[in-house]
């Protein structure tokens, strides 16, 4: 067992927030699972989406740490959905289930690709109010794996693992991202053969985002300055897809930031979902108090990017407030 399922905050994460399996296909074996916490009065919750290889449990710092601020968090896990259109109607359904109008979404990695395209498909009726995009991509095509793509389905489990870890670092890191890999990989050997094969088949199916349609959508975009499994030129081409969106820089995190740095990223989540407090579409309690000082985290526009060493001592200073 990783040292993260192990430590006292998971522990009391799986205490205190129950897992629920929503069945809204009932040709479907395979349920939503679903953790959902904060106030229930809150109708425009912040909704979390994982990368390919982490389940909905990938968020509980987040689940945790921001609804003690009175936010409303779910963070869901996606049955075996093979196309891109239907899992966008899918979540549709889902979010109709739970009585969601629109939503905000937090996607990282493939998780963030699937919530700029369900952004996309609903544009004409939306149901997306913000984006923050963890290491994320918009054109799927940077895995260069479009032949392979369509026999993910026939693949056995331990190649399509093997696939997957391909990507994780291999070399020797700082004690907390090593922690929040080891978590990562402890969640992919539960994935079943299905789920794995699914979402390779929607990570890497030729498929691109269309920017255009996503112009009245707040977006942030969060990215690491260390080793992370995009390249440079991915994440270029993110930032040139909005280049209005805000940015929120790390200077260290790995791929999975959410994990190994918890309460630097709940800050800037905070700080992207404050400006809708005021909103019919906050993801709070009206009565809920906001964390200070979260004007000292760096969140820059598009066209601007500040001082690598002075965003994360900017953003330390700040993250006392969630710790």
Known sequence: MSALSRSEEYTSFRRSIPLQRLTLDPNSEHPWLVYDTGPKSVRCPLICLAPASGTADTFYKQLLG?????????????????KHDE????????????????????????GGFLAQKFAEYTYKSPRVESLFLCNAFSDTTVFRRKVSSTFFWAMPSFV????????????????????????????LENLE??????????NCTSAYVEPQKLRDVSITI?????DSALTASVKEDLYKCYPNAKRAHLKSGGNFPYLSRGSEVNMHLNLHLRVFDDTKYRAK????????????????????????????????AAVAAFS
């Open 160 to 187: 399509l693992k093997r696939m997957i870890l391909s990507n994780m670092p291999s070399h020797e890191t700082e004690p907390l991202i090593t922690d929040s890999t080891d978590f990562i990989v402890e969640r």
């Open 193 to 202: 053969r299905s789920q794995l094969a699914s979402r390779m088949t929607l």
């Open 66 to 82: 921001l609804s003690a601020y009175g936010y409303r968090v779910v963070a869901v896990d996606y049955p075996p959905i093979w």
């Open 222 to 226: 969060m990215d690491v300055f260390d």
């Open 285 to 316: 309690h009206a009565d809920a108090k906001t964390p200070e000082p979260c004007d000292d985290v760096d969140v820059s526009d598009g066209e601007e990017d500040g001082e690598e060493d002075g965003e994360t001592e900017q953003a330390e």
């Open 87 to 110: 899992w966008c109607r899918s979540f549709r359904q889902l979010l109709d289930h739970l009585q969601f109008d629109k939503v905000h979404i937090f996607g990282a990695s493939l």
